[in-house]
C-alpha cells in the first residue's frame, strides 16, 4: 500500500528532485516537507489534477497557504482513500473466510448459522473496530475444527497473514493522515478523534480535563526576520518539548500555524498550570543561534490559555474558554499562562 505511493528509481527520483527544487526556488517558496510533497507530485507528473490546478494558480504566484491547502486537497485526500480501499478489501477477505466455513459442511455444520450471521454482519460494518471484532468471533469459532481440517486449516492461516499484513499497512496510512508533517505531533484531524474520545471517557466517569492552547509569540517576526527555516526549527522544537513534558493519556498537537493544543485528561486546573509553566521556562531558556551567521536570536516565549472541563459543556465552549486565557496572556504581556480563574 504505502510502498506503491513513490515507487520511482534512484536516477527518476533525483531527476524529479532537482525539478522540484527548482520550482520552489523560482516560486520563492520555503523548503519545507509540504511544499516539497506537493511539487514532487507536481514533477512526478502522476497526478493530473493537481498539475491542472498548480498551474492555473502558478500564473498569479503561489504561498505557503497555497502548498497546504494542495497537500491536503490531493495528497492528505488520497491517502485517506486508499485507506478506504484497504478496509473494503479486508472485509472482502473476512467475508471469504466466513464463506469458505459455511461452505466446508461436515464438521462444521453446528456451526453453519452462525458463519452466516457473521457474514451478514461483515457485510454492514463501517469501521475498523467492528470488523476486528467480527473477525476475532469468527476465527474463535473455528479453533475446534481447524485441527481436523487440514486444508481449511492451510487457507485460514493464509488469509489470517494477509489480514495482519493489511492491518499493519492500514495503521500506517491512518497514522500518516492524523499527523502533522512537520512537528510529528497529531494534527487537527488527529485532535478531533482523541477529544471525542476523551470527552466520552470524561463523560462517563464524571472526571476532570484540561484543555490548554499555546501560541509562539510574535512568530510572525521570527518568519520575516530570520526566515522560514527558522520558523520552521522553532515550531520543531515546541513540539519536541511538549513531547518531553506530557505523559501518559496526555495528547499534544499542532492545532493550526504556530498554535498548538495540549489534552489533559483527569487533570486540574492547578496541575496543568503547573505544568505549562514547566513548558514555558524550558522554551524560555534555550539559546537560538543562527546556523550559517552564528547570530544569536534572541529567545523564544509562549503564551498558553487554559481552561478546565465544565459538566455539561460542548468541546465548542470548552475551547473557547481556553482560548479567551490565551487572547488575555497575548494582550498583557505575552510569555504566561493563564488560567480561566484569572479572567472570569
Known amino acids: 500500500m504505502l510502498k506503491d505511493f513513490y515507487n520511482e528509481s534512484v536516477e527518476q527520483s533525483g531527476n524529479i528532485l532537482r525539478l522540484v527544487l527548482q520550482h520552489i526556488s523560482n ?6 516537507p509540504i511544499a516539497y510533497a ?15 490546478e498548480m498551474q492555473k494558480r502558478m500564473e498569479k504566484g503561489l504561498d505557503n497557504d497555497q502548498m497546504v491547502d494542495l497537500f491536503r ?5 488520497e491517502q485517506l482513500l486508499s485507506t478506504e480501499t484497504t478496509l473494503k478489501k479486508f472485509q472482502e477477505i473476512l467475508s471469504e473466510i466466513a464463506k469458505q466455513l459455511t461452505d466446508s459442511g461436515g464438521e462444521l455444520d453446528a456451526h453453519d448459522s452462525s458463519f452466516q450471521a457473521y457474514a451478514q454482519k461483515l457485510g454492514q460494518a463501517t469501521t475498523m473496530e467492528s470488523i476486528t471484532e467480527i473477525a ?7 479453533r475446534e475444527v481447524i485441527e ?7 487457507q485460514l492461516e493464509a488469509t489470517k497473514k494477509e489480514v495482519q499484513t493489511l492491518r499493519s499497512e492500514m495503521q500506517g496510512i491512518k497514522q500518516s493522515a492524523v499527523t502533522d508533517v512537520l512537528t510529528g505531533l497529531l494534527n487537527r484531524r488527529g485532535l478531533e478523534e482523541i477529544i ?5 471517557h470524561v463523560q462517563s466517569n464524571n472526571s476532570s480535563m484540561c484543555v490548554a492552547i499555546i501560541d509562539i509569540d510574535h512568530f510572525k517576526k521570527v518568519n520575516d526576520t530570520h526566515g522560514h527555516l527558522i520558523g520552521d526549527n522553532v ?29 489533559l485528561p483527569d487533570t486540574q486546573l492547578k496541575g496543568a498550570w503547573v505544568l505549562c509553566e514547566q513548558i514555558r521556562k524550558k522554551l ?7 546556523r550559517d551567521t552564528k547570530k544569536n536570536l534572541g529567545s523564544i516565549t509562549i503564551s498558553i490559555g487554559i481552561a478546565q472541563y465544565r459538566l455539561g459543556e460542548t468541546v465548542e465552549s470548552l475551547f473557547e474558554r481556553a482560548d479567551k486565557g490565551l487572547y488575555f496572556a497575548k494582550e498583557h504581556g505575552r510569555n504566561q499562562t493563564i488560567t480561566e480563574e484569572k479572567i472570569d
Not at 136 to 142: D, R, V
Not at 235 to 249: E, F, T, W
Request: avoid cysteine.
Open 136 to 142: 476475532a468471533k469468527i476465527l474463535g469459532e473455528t
Open 196 to 200: 471525542a474520545r476523551v470527552f466520552e
Open 38 to 52: 506537493v511539487w514532487y507530485e507536481y514533477a512526478a507528473g502522476r497526478n493530473k489534477k493537481l498539475s491542472l
Open 27 to 32: 516560486q520563492k517558496l520555503p523548503f519545507n
Open 73 to 77: 486537497k490531493y495528497i492528505a485526500e
Open 148 to 154: 481436523s481440517t487440514r486444508h481449511l486449516k492451510t
Open 235 to 263: 515550531l520543531k522544537m515546541l513540539a519536541a518539548v511538549l513531547k518531553d513534558h506530557i505523559k501518559g493519556k496526555d495528547t499534544a498537537a499542532r492545532y493550526g500555524g504556530e498554535e498548538f493544543l495540549i489534552v
Open 284 to 290: 524560555e531558556k534555550m539559546k537560538w543561534i543562527a
